[in-house]
């Protein structure tokens, strides 16, 4: 009986992917800016290696903190505490290296992220207070905490493996960079397609009363999702230190919002239900594409907040079913 | 006692014996101090369908939660194939195998018929990866037991409420459930569909798989069900073989009191049928409607019969201006008339309360009065603000009028039961004075008493030299409000008869499957 149902779902296969263009907007975004501007900037060394490569790496900390957000946002809830979760891992990361050495500064800024992140998951969770306010309240809070704990100081670090490990070095030809963030992006990919972790998040954004229903524990999946959101973006926070070589509460500002962009172009549905994190890697190089290639340009930051602006709308517009 | 055989399907073997599949025994439960549950009994045999009726409020839905393991009982014991069980929690209840097929309640539209299906329980490969191939097969095999044609990789929320219902069925079976809970199964199924339906319940409780079949439609309750429990006022009334007991005790159980069965045609009183109020010619609003012509008068009630899909609904949305017609004349009260917008069909006279009140015609989370009040806010105004005294006036009236059983109109509408939600609809409609009201399946998921109540209210409202347009997919309650029944098929009128011309519900039956004309 089975082997029949299996022919069945086999023979109807290529009748039901018929292709929707919209579905995959975002890619086609993607080669088309990326062709505009290696026309555009083709004497400006757009194309050269190491442009690209840098276009990676500007990159990397907005694709690690997005993985952790198409996650958020596929469960229908948001975090905007990430940003300033990874300046304050940031520092408390330098300060305990400065005290204790390389694996305490490490553990130190895991524990901000998963500290923070469990309370943004309590809260949201357990309270049932809506993840907008508690993360925009988080947000304060711990960008408050690193700007105070520090004295506004940046916070240096001298320590080589770290700096080494968390951003500055290379894997062969490839930036250190690139490598954490394709990890995550693999990762979190197989993690929301293949688990029934994932298959649970997106059951929980996509009708929460369904997965209750049905025996999913959406407290519980809310939470850690949560948690796992802080404790990316604690990730993150040390990605910017290893590469600055230095911690400081600047680090991060303003990310959600670009991590933020990045998922909803990927395909996230900002409702939840629905996720993809090679989308969201693709938003977010569509981003520091598009970063990159106005500053080759020539444009200035007000410029280029204005053109970003515009093109996310665009894609989104286009994007949208109906 | 248990499975007495059915009067019309002989084949359907019983599995009878041995320990019934559920007995719930003295189940009690409060809310709050307030007893829903007052020492409930149920018992459910093995291969059996039960039927579980009762008013709103009597307590069916909360014992039903109790099972599910969604409300666990304050009292009382569950035993499950003879053994005693706690059932605390929805895990408890699966576990014990018990299934709840819920209105597309839990479905996740976003994923995949075989997603659902499996939700919490996907195969796993080694590597504690979901074996999506897997998934898919078990899927497809479950399906095609239940000799359903739905592609397990189909996203659910493309998928229409028919197939949708299915997969809800697929997924409790897949889950091994023996007992199966089904909530007004129905309420959202075409004629074939609810016949694809029937057939397939008999299969399943063939199969031993015993099934609660809750549903306010007396009709399907006689076809598919063995036995029936009616509820009242959270106690048992009675538990009878279907075959010893008439649809008339059933409803004096469910209201208390002895009134007709089903709602009886009553001529409207008076001078009969006043001026032409609405009339439409050869109106075209793609893709359903095509080439619609009727009139509308004033004090007649007009049925719209038709199946699932046929365009009844699509015809209302056209007249109220939701689609776009493309071709055509309407004309309100002789004069041809803008109605491209409701906000235009609305200034014309027009009032729409849609199919669905949960989605459409209310919101939920507003008091009962704001939710009365919204269509009329501009009467109300005093300058910028709203006149508080005349607003309190204008909707403790429409409660009166309609008989709204609410305690404090400050509530939220979603605290009401489905019956009164739909009186509010109603009031907040006649609340703006129309000419022309059309109702979309307006008693659907009603209990009896209610129903009864509305079908009046709308005779009456004819008598006051309104006219209706009633589309409802119950036949006996369309043949107790229209003067008048359109059939519907593809999307244009296929047949008229008068009341007088229609016997009984089997000749419009006949007349919508276009076996007459």
């Known amino acids: 009986m089975s082997t029949t149902a299996v022919r069945r779902a086999t023979a109807t296969d290529a009748v039901r992917h018929r292709l929707d263009w919209r579905r995959y907007v975002i890619y086609i975004g993607f080669v088309v800016v990326f062709a505009f501007f290696a026309v555009l900037l083709r004497d400006e060394g757009f194309l050269s290696p190491n442009n690209l490569l840098n276009i990676f790496r500007q990159t990397a900390t907005i694709t690690v903190i997005a993985v952790g957000m198409t996650f958020v946002i596929a469960c229908a809830q948001i975090d905007l505490s990430v940003g300033s979760v990874a300046g304050l891992a940031s520092v408390c990361a330098a300060m305990a290296i400065a005290q204790h050495g390389v694996v305490v500064g490490v553990l130190a800024g895991l524990l901000v992220g998963a500290v923070i992140g469990a309370l943004n998951g309590a809260l949201v969770s357990l309270l049932g207070i809506p993840s907008f306010l508690v993360t925009l309240g988080m947000l304060g809070v711990a960008a408050g905490l690193a700007q105070w704990i520090t004295a506004s100081a940046p916070q240096p670090i001298l320590d080589d493996t770290f700096n080494l490990v968390f951003g500055g070095g290379d894997v062969g030809p490839v930036p250190g960079l690139l490598v954490w963030s394709l990890l995550f992006v693999a990762a979190g990919s197989i993690v929301l397609r293949r688990t029934r972790f994932g298959r649970q998040v997106l059951a929980t954004g996509g009708n929460r009363t369904a997965a209750r229903f049905t025996g999913v524990s959406t407290r519980r999946i809310t939470f850690t999702v949560m948690l796992l959101s802080g404790l990316v973006a604690s990730v993150a926070g040390m990605l910017y230190a290893g590469r600055l070589e230095s911690g400081r509460f600047q680090w991060g500002a303003g990310d959600e919002l670009s991590a933020i962009a990045a998922v909803i172009l990927g395909g996230t549905s900002l409702f939840g239900g629905a996720g993809s994190v090679v989308g969201t890697l693709t938003g977010a190089l569509l981003i520091g594409l598009i970063n990159n290639g106005l500053i080759l340009a020539g444009l200035d930051s007000s410029q280029q907040q204005v053109v970003r602006g515009v093109i996310i709308i665009l894609a989104v517009a286009l994007a949208r079913k109906k | ?517």
Do not use: C
């Not at chain 2, 709103?56 to 969604?70: D, E, F, I, P, Y």
């Not at chain 2, 269509?375 to 603000?385: A, D, Q, S, T």
């Not at chain 2, 409660?399 to 509530?411: G, L, M, S, Y």
């Not at chain 2, 009864?452 to 009633?470: D, H």
């Open chain 2, 1 to 517: 006692m248990p499975g007495a055989a059915r009067a019309d399907d002989g084949t359907a073997t019983q599995v009878r014996g041995g320990e019934p599949a559920v007995l719930m025994s003295g189940i009690r439960k409060s809310f709050g101090g307030v007893p829903v549950l007052r020492g409930v009994d149920f018992d459910l045999a093995r291969g059996e369908v039960h039927a579980l009726a009762g008013g709103n409020g009597a307590g069916k839905s909360t014992l039903m939660k109790v099972l599910q393991g969604v409300h666990p009982a304050d009292e009382g014991t569950i035993a499950v194939d003879g053994r005693r069980v706690e059932i605390s929690s929805i895990h408890d209840a699966r576990a014990a195998g018990i299934g709840m097929v819920f209105q597309e309640f839990s479905l996740v539209p976003s994923l995949t018929v075989a997603q659902n299906i499996f939700l919490g329980a996907e195969p796993l490969r080694r590597s504690r990866l979901i074996d999506d191939r897997a998934a898919v097969a078990a899927a497809g095999a479950v399906l095609e037991e239940m000799g359903v044609d739905v592609d397990p990789r189909a996203v659910v929320g493309d998928l229409s409420t028919a197939y949708r219902q299915l997969t809800e069925i697929a997924k409790a079976l897949a889950q091994d459930a023996r007992v199966l809970i089904m909530d007004e199964p129905t309420a959202s199924l075409a004629r074939q569909e609810s016949e694809a339906l029937f057939a397939l319940i008999r299969r399943l409780a063939a199969r031993g798989i015993a099934v609660v079949y809750i549903s306010h439609r007396m009709e399907e309750v006689y076809r598919i069900a063995d036995r029936i429990t009616v509820l009242r006022d959270g106690t048992r009334l009675l538990t009878r073989p279907l075959s010893e007991i008439t649809p008339e005790q059933i409803v004096e159980g469910i209201v208390g009191k002895a009134l007709d069965g089903q709602p009886v045609h009553r001529q409207v009183d008076g001078a009969g049928l006043g001026a032409v109020l609405l009339q439409a010619h050869a109106v075209h609003a793609p893709p359903k409607v095509r080439d619609v012509s009727f009139t509308l008068h004033a004090g007649e009630v007009i049925g719209l019969a038709g199946l699932m899909g046929s365009g009844r609904s699509e015809l209302a949305r056209a007249l109220f201006g939701i689609d776009e017609v493309t071709s055509g004349e309407i004309s309100v009260r002789g004069r041809r008339a803008d109605l491209s917008s409701p906000r235009k069909a609305i200034a014309a006279g027009l009032a729409l309360i849609p199919e669905d009140r949960r989605e459409q015609g209310l919101v939920l989370e507003h008091s009962v009065a704001d939710n009365l009040l919204l269509p009329v806010l501009g009467e109300l105004r005093r300058g910028p603000l709203l006149h508080a005294r005349r607003a309190r006036e204008r909707s403790a009236d429409l409660i009166r009028r309609f008989a709204v059983k609410v305690a404090d109109p400050a509530r939220p509408v979603s605290l009401l039961s489905g019956g009164n939600q739909q009186k509010v609809v109603l009031a907040k409609w006649m609340g703006t004075d129309p000419d022309v009201l059309i109702l979309d399946e307006p008693t659907a998921g009603i209990d009896i008493g209610t129903k009864n109540e509305i079908v009046t209210m709308i005779r009456t409202l004819a008598a006051a030299g309104k006219g209706v347009i009633v589309i409802s997919s119950e036949y006996p309650e369309l043949l107790a409000v229209s003067d008048r029944v359109l059939i519907i098929r593809d999307g244009t009128i296929a047949g008229e008869y008068s009341r007088e011309q229609i016997a009984d519900e089997e000749f419009l039956e006949l007349a919508v499957q276009g076996a007459t004309s």
